[in-house]
């Protein structure tokens, strides 16, 4: 009869997301590997068997972040309209920062100075965006956009949409301002700005 398996996925999940609590609330010194089997109940034996290292936790900390994301651009329904299209997918990404924010300062900051993802996982976050690519590709085709580089429209939408995300998530605008609405009104102004 084979061994049973101790080192599952729930296992991976809960030190993942234990691990993106350290980092949020005590910063990346915080993150010990003996802490963190301790606190979720394992032990460091595990957490090298499920990552191999502090780097390679925080490579599985980064792939997790964009793996989530992925799945939540990839489920966004297309209407056909450019434009609607990428402020759906921009609504999708705030959606998917807010809540994965422990995640998102991983993938989108120097939460852990010094680290670099391995190249898997750097693939894997570039094709998180193809979405985007896909949809702005879409519109220049049909004539919605203009017709310039794929590239420059999406990096102009992507960007718009990250600014706007990382101020809300640093708690760095007025509280007076409706963000959800006005943030929506960026990212549709944004894309009407490609308009051809």
Known sequence: MPRPKTHDEALRVRLLDRASELLAAEGARALSLRRLAADVQTSTTAVYSLFGSKPGLV?????????????????VPR?????????????????????????????????????????????????????????VAHGIAAGAFADVPTEVIAVSCWACAHGLVSLELNETLPREIDFCRAYERSIRANANGWRR
């Open 59 to 75: 490579n599985a900390l980064y792939s997790e972040g964009f793996q989530r994301f992925d799945e939540r651009l990839r489920s």
């Open 79 to 135: 209407s056909g309209d450019a434009v609607e299209d990428v402020v759906r997918l921009g609504l999708a990404y705030r959606d998917s920062a807010l809540a994965h924010r422990r995640l998102y300062a991983v993938m989108f900051t120097s939460a852990v100075p010094g680290f670099e993802p391995d190249e898997q996982a750097s693939k894997l976050a570039m094709s998180a965006l193809q979405p985007l690519w896909d949809v």
